[in-house]
């Protein structure tokens, strides 16, 4: 639900702004404080499902999320919008958050980084897809995606209920309240490992997020594309994206998560160069489009990796791992995406840009991760810690 929750409502942003008698920037504050709900909610569910389990977190999150949308449907103003905004961001967290914990649970190694690879190709293209639905849903009222958005929160708690067994059992639960769970999130955080390859996947999303944001205006008043044009080059990059995801995943019983997450991130830094080049020299939409497709599939590559070689860093606390991600990810998707329009809508060297650090940045950080063993439990935290201090 949550990736649908982002900007699903997007192409109403207009009439709701006139609907609810309100500017535009309290109603693009409601898309802030879903990304604030988003990354603040699973630094809270993660580590409570490492200590609670994981099916009851989700229920009870599926539950206040249904009811937040049925607040964001029936909002009598901007206001109670925004703050139902940050609660159906909080409790939609749960299903990112708590799906990663799952298969980390019953899988690891290859199999994970299959999984990771197809859970990547998905949350990355439910951004891209939904502004697609929600223009379809437009003639309907800018509630109704707020209507859809409860509708998906109600599938996802049948869903739980009925096919979603508990995966972690009992005695490999957490236990020491919240000092253990801030020792542990001390943990994460400064091993050089896991860090690494969360801010590399968190990078990835960040350039993901930035060409969302950029799209309307780079391909539309830049290179020209009419709506319907437009409309069909995002249709195509989110199958691209599909396609890639599926290649990723099967790709990994061959080849090592490290080398396909460095494979797919030497290409989107390669192709970022080249997509800036071509739009500083002005180039058509003939030279541009397919690059771009490239490089927005290839960022599955590195969605998909990225999270199996994090987590599996540290599998014995999954839950609060899948959070660290989680809360980056978004938090650095809201950081970027307000920065690819500071330049006007009429040029695309900030999208280019934007890009261009990601991916190199994105690089740079995975290499903080290899090569370093796995960290160990509570009891080996203080060793671990000195270790990673030092360097070693």
């Known amino acids: 639900m949550a990736p649908f ?15 609810l008698d309100t500017s535009a920037s309290a109603v693009q504050l409601t898309l802030t404080t879903c990304l604030i ?10 580590p409570l499902s490492d200590r609670f389990g994981r099916r009851g977190p989700l229920l009870v999150a599926a539950v206040v999320a249904a009811l937040a949308g049925l607040a964001c449907a029936l909002a009598p103003n901007v206001w109670v919008l925004i703050a139902a905004r940050f609660v159906q961001g909080f409790a939609g967290s749960a299903g990112l958050v708590i799906a990663r914990a799952i298969v980390a649970d019953r899988t690891g190694g290859t199999a994970a980084a299959k999984i990771f690879s197809l859970l990547g190709s998905i949350g990355g293209v439910a951004p891209v897809v ?5 223009g379809l849903l437009v003639p309907l009222g800018w509630r109704s995606a707020f209507w859809a958005l409860t509708g998906i929160s109600v599938a996802m708690l049948i869903g739980a209920l ?14 020491g309240g919240m000092a253990a769970t801030g020792r542990t999130i001390r943990r994460l955080f400064t091993d050089r490992g896991y860090l690494g390859y969360t801010l590399a996947l968190a990078l990835g999303f960040a350039g993901m997020m930035g060409y969302i944001s950029a799209s309307p205006f780079v ?19 989110s199958f691209g994206m599909i396609v890639a995801g599926l290649i990723s995943s099967r790709l990994v019983g061959r080849l090592r998560a ?28 003939a030279a541009v489009l397919p690059v771009l497709f490239v490089l927005v599939s290839c960022t599955t590559f590195i969605m998909g990796n990225g999270t199996a070689l994090a987590i599996g860093r540290v599998p014995w606390a999954a839950g609060t791992a899948a959070a660290g991600i989680g809360a980056l990810q978004f938090a650095s998707g809201a ?26 940045l994105g690089l740079a950080a995975r290499l903080l991760g290899r090569g370093l063993p796995p960290i160990g439990r509570e009891e080996d935290s203080d060793e671990v810690v000195e270790k990673v ?3 070693s």
């Open 219 to 237: 391909l539309q008043n830049v290179l020209g594309l009419s709506t319907t044009a437009y409309t069909i080059a995002f249709a195509v990059t």
């Open 258 to 285: 490290e080398t396909l997450l460095t494979a797919g991130q030497c290409v989107v830094c390669a192709l970022s160069v080249v997509l800036l080049a071509l739009l500083i020299l002005g180039l058509p939409a």
């Open 335 to 360: 950081i970027v995406s307000p920065l690819v329009g500071i330049a006007g809508e009429d040029t695309g060297l900030p999208m280019g840009v934007t890009l261009v650090l990601t991916a190199v």
């Open 130 to 134: 939904a502004p697609l639905v929600g």
């Open 37 to 46: 709900g988003l990354a603040t909610g699973q630094l809270v569910i993660g």
């Open 389 to 391: 201090s030092r360097g």
């Open 162 to 175: 009925l096919a979603v067994p508990e995966s972690l059992p009992p005695e490999r639960r957490h236990t």
């Open 5 to 19: 929750a982002i900007d699903i409502y997007l192409p109403a942003f207009t009439r709701m702004a006139a609907d």
